[in-house]
Nanobody, 126 residues
Framework: QVQLVESGGGLVQAGGSLRLSCAAS????????SGWFRQAPGKEREFVAA????????YYADSVKGRFTISRDNAKNTVYLQMNSLKPEDTAVYYC???????????????????WGQGTQVTVSS
């Protein structure tokens, strides 16, 4: 069982930056791929970024490529999402997730993930 707790959300002006953190409870967290997803009001949860268990492989949604960076520190059981040049359309609840699946394109989809955090709100004002 892996428990995930997100932090770092908040209110920021357009063009600003935030860094989200996702702290995991399991000492085996380094064996899981991790992802960030987001869900805006009235919309489906969508993929944002994913990182392989060792931190070498990454995927990004086209909408955030070049602005967001996913990273992880396995010694701290933590995954990060650095968000720069934020736009109002980035406003959403951001969720961290962990997957025991082998690294691949399937990790861009919600069913690939076994564990989810409760989410943290990110609001970008114009």
């Amino acid at each position: 069982q892996v428990q995930l707790v997100e932090s770092g959300g908040g209110l920021v002006q357009a063009g600003g930056s935030l860094r989200l953190s996702c702290a995991a409870s399991a000492r085996t967290f380094s064996s899981y791929a991790s992802g960030w997803f987001r869900q805006a009001p009235g919309k489906e949860r969508e993929f944002v970024a994913a990182i392989s268990s060792g931190g070498v492989g990454t995927y990004y949604a086209d909408s955030v490529k070049g602005r967001f960076t996913i990273s992880r520190d396995n010694a701290k059981n933590t995954v990060y999402l650095q968000m720069n040049s934020l736009k109002p359309e980035d406003t959403a609840v951001y969720y961290c997730a962990a997957s025991a699946r082998r690294w691949g394109m399937v990790l861009r989809t919600t069913p690939a993930y076994d564990y989810w955090g409760q989410g943290t709100q990110v609001t970008v004002s114009s």
